[in-house]
DNA sequence: CTAAGTTAGTTGAAACTTTACACTAAGGGG
DNA sequence: CCCCTTAGTGTAAAGTTTCAACTAACTTAG
């Protein structure tokens, strides 16, 4: 916050910052990542995590610049948005020392609307295999993917924050299914149930019932939008 | 990492970005905050956690500019290093739009020789008490230390990072104690140890032992330095 | 030389959780 | 109206955690 010689303070050169999203949603093929194509230099034509620079002047703060992102590109308003991580070096990009501040977004795909336009001329959804997608990235979102990846899959594990890569009504069998594709596993059915029905997250919509040619699934919703809570075990 | 009008992209104003530090250390009164004061404007005066610019042409990257804020602050060369968060908005600094990019440090006491120089008129360490320190704090630093606090608070209930807070050699009863107190409870010993085993991430120093008016205790070592490791349940 | 005091390190029974799997429930489709 | 499928619950066996007591090894006091 103060450097060494605080009269030179405007002296110092900046570094370039922007703000980068993995925007998260779960398709028929599996997790999936939003991409989008660069137009310009640097990296033209390359795929990168959808981002942009911080806008002095309209962005109150960094949240409010990632979804300022995320709602240009998904026409989505109010995901799931978590910071990452801060990623900068001199080397990064070849414009000078620079800094993206990376969040990542669960989204329920049925409320994505894709939107192109500014620096981008192709904007997709990209399947995740392991922890990487198969097209190249620009600059380093290659490891920033790999970091946000390694985030959720790890929070999978100890927490109820898949739930926001559904939509806001679900059945249990739903959720469950979720937890089983990210984690690649599958999980026991009561032992899933009492850890939901423990921590406490999610209510039963009154009345409400998914059907089909079977016996009909209470659907829940999220009891405070928004909230994300751990288990003090893994599931 | 692009905005909407490339030719432009130099025209957007930079955000100001800071690197600070929330040092961390363990004293006899407890765990306690390394504080500097401020010399020049804005809060002259006023404590707050020790950081500094990026020196551009200096870092090479983010980490590097954190490892020397913490050297010229406490001499200290190599000790757990750790990314807490990116705190940016409009009105966190009188001069702009403005970035800190946080991390955290953990450091056995034994080895730091605080430093003062720069822009720094006194640096001390401070208790925390609860989820703040007794001073108030320039910027939001106050804000941004409640969340460093809470994130190792957090940390010491499913992981092997309070070690770093020891010198190089420990026995199991001082990991024991420095874990009580962090969480203010105690722990079951044979519980303990047989966590501490099953993740098998310090070793005995061979014929080492802490030696007092009382059976002799075997002194350890972390097996790879710099390492965490995460237990799949609470402590 | 020995007893008392202190902390190190181990052991085991009882209480509690988790796991695996089987069971009952409720619908649609043939 | 039987069969199939998925929803939702129950329970015995296996595994973990907790609590507390035990043995070990040293110093100090007498």
Redesign the pocket.
């Given at each position: 916050m103060f450097h060494s010689m605080s009269s030179f303070e405007d002296s110092y050169q900046r570094p370039i910052v922007s703000v980068d999203l993995a925007i998260f949603a779960l398709t028929a093929a599996g997790l999936e990542v939003l991409l989008a194509r660069r137009g310009g230099a640097p990296f033209a034509g390359a795929w990168a995590l959808p981002g942009g620079w911080i806008h002095v002047d309209e962005d109150e703060d960094l949240e409010a610049a990632a979804r300022r992102v995320l709602r240009d590109k998904t026409g989505v308003a109010t995901p799931y948005l978590e910071q990452v991580g801060v990623y900068g070096s001199a080397a990064r990009d070849p414009r000078g020392w620079s800094l993206s501040v990376t969040y990542m977004a669960l989204i329920s795909l049925d409320a994505a609307a894709l939107q192109q336009g500014g620096n981008v001329i192709d904007v997709a959804w990209s399947p995740i295999n392991g922890e990487a997608v198969a097209e190249p990235l620009a600059f380093d979102h290659a490891a920033i993917l790999k970091a946000a990846i390694a985030r959720l899959r790890n929070k999978v594990e100890y927490s109820t924050l898949p739930v926001h890569l559904l939509p806001e009504a679900f059945?249990?069998?739903e959720l469950q299914a979720v937890y089983e594709r990210l984690l690649g596993r599958s999980l026991?059915?009561?032992?899933f149930?009492?850890r939901m029905a423990e921590v406490d997250f999610i209510e039963p919509i009154e009345g409400e019932m998914r059907?089909?040619?079977?016996?009909?699934?209470?659907l829940y919703r999220l009891k405070q939008a928004r909230t994300t809570v751990f288990f003090d075990?893994t599931i």
């Open positions: 059945t249990l069998g026991d059915k009561s032992a149930r009492k059907r089909a040619s079977n016996r009909p699934a209470q075990r």
